[in-house]
């Protein structure tokens, strides 16, 4: 039997408030070209279908259109649910796709409810079994022994929980057909891009290699977006990865779907089939000038720029989109200032420490407007009623006045303060 795995769709997802939705549907529509080029029995998608729990119309209209372009190819199709769709909403659908051979697995279930689905090959020759594990959360993971009828393994963790789950599933496969597992599961040590979700390929969902029996054939996985080799997996595993290159952790990733060959009791043959839809990513950087040298394919690529430029200055970025309009991201960055070592700056006037502070952030030498605003404030906030900086810290130095200090000091003349309390400290001392 002939299987196309592809997963990790995400119809409807933006980068940087820019729609996806051209690239998503010509990449659907380059899968059903692979699928019908290859004349594959079953397509097996492996979760995320969407990238929300409620999807807009124009993406529903988009996965609709790829399920019924493979139902009129004749190729049955196998969907499980990922971390990112509703399985409520996909369970409403189960019943109606199922009469245009479109398997829905939205829950975790027994073999016998449904965690094992079967597709006839296209010539009804050969049974191919499927061990379906959609994505499963915590919490459900708690519940999933008792799924399988396995009551005394509850109260697991995660990762056992879902090596009992798959282990039981495919316990119940029988001799003489293929065997596969569709998994929308994190593999410790598999390489993420950071672009599925922080919390779903940590150490809580991580599940362990030998939790896929060597039972299976072919074991299809969704989740991480990286096209790659489960690592440590004694079988065939492999994540299809995303369709498009979704964020810039992506970036540079060609995309690709899986074509798998199996027949009863052979190994399975497995080759990556690469995806050219959809624009790539692209990380640029340089100065102004270097970037206007770049060759760049406004039409296939988005770029994140990283700007080297001496300081803050505005319209920046809005150069940098005139230059590139294909840019998403403008990120300016300053180079690294030299502290200069060995300085007193008790020696330094204010003004001097202002200047020399604009001068080491920003490498560039404040205007006279700014400096001379700069004095501004100081004499404002230094206040004409205030005594000068040198009077306050000898009243700092000096003893306090007794309650029988002469009168004649009048309130707020520090000036005549000072010296009443400099005779007192010459008294005192004498
Ligand atoms: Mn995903």
Redesign the pocket.
């Known amino acids: 039997m002939k299987i196309l795995h592809t997963?990790?769709w995400?119809v409807g997802r933006t980068l940087h408030r820019v729609s996806r939705m051209d690239e998503t549907r010509a990449a659907l529509r380059e899968v059903s070209e692979i699928a019908e080029r290859e004349q594959v029995d079953a397509v097996v998608v492996c979760?995320?279908i969407f990238e929300s729990q409620s999807p807009s119309a124009e993406a529903e209209q988009a996965v609709y259109e790829a399920l019924q372009r493979f139902c009129d190819q004749g190729v049955s199709v196998v969907l499980i649910t990922?971390?990112?769709d509703h399985p409520g909403r996909w369970h409403a659908l189960a019943p109606l796709l199922r009469r245009f051979n479109v398997h829905v697995a939205d829950d975790l279930r027994g073999p016998e409810d449904g965690g094992i689905v079967e597709i006839r090959s296209r010539d009804g020759a050969e049974s191919l079994q499927i061990a379906v594990v959609p994505w499963v959360s915590e919490r459900r993971s708690y519940t999933a022994a008792d799924l399988m009828g396995r009551s005394e393994k509850t109260y697991q963790s995660y990762a056992d929980s879902m090596s009992t789950a798959i282990h039981t599933l495919c316990e119940a496969f029988e001799q003489g057909k293929c065997h596969m597992l569709a998994g929308h599961v994190f593999i410790s040590g598999s390489s993420v891009s950071q672009?599925?979700?922080t919390l779903t390929i940590g150490d809580i969902y991580a599940v362990t290699p030998n939790a896929i029996p060597a039972t299976v054939q072919y074991a299809a996985l969704?989740?991480?977006?990286m096209p790659q080799k489960a690592p440590g997996v004694p079988v065939p595993c492999r994540y299809s990865g995303?369709l498009l290159q979704l964020d810039f952790g992506e970036a540079g990733q060609t995309k690709s779907a899986v074509i798998c060959e199996l027949e009863p009791g052979k190994p399975a043959k497995i080759k990556e089939v690469p995806l050219s839809s959809g624009r790539r990513l692209r990380d640029i950087s340089g100065t102004l000038e270097s970037l206007t040298l770049e060759t760049v394919d406004l039409d296939c690529e988005y770029l994140r720029v990283t700007l080297t430029c001496s300081g803050p200055r505005p319209g920046l970025s809005d150069q940098v989109r005139e230059l590139l309009p294909n840019a998403l991201v403008v990120k300016l960055e300053y180079p690294d200032n030299e502290e200069v070592a060995g300085v007193d700056i008790r020696a330094k006037s204010p003004r001097e420490l202002f200047q020399g502070y604009l001068a080491a952030r920003y490498q560039s030498d404040p205007s006279a407007d700014l400096l001379d605003a700069f004095d501004q404030l100081l004499a404002e906030a230094l206040g004409e009623a205030r005594p000068p900086v040198g009077q306050l810290l000898l009243l700092d130095a000096l003893p306090p006045l007794s309650d029988s200090a002469p009168s004649r000091i009048a309130e707020n003349d520090p000036a005549a303060e000072v010296q009443a309390r400099a005779e007192v400290a010459t008294v005192g001392s004498g």
């Open positions: 997963s990790d995400h979760g995320d990922g971390n990112h672009s599925e979700r969704g989740h991480v977006h995303s």
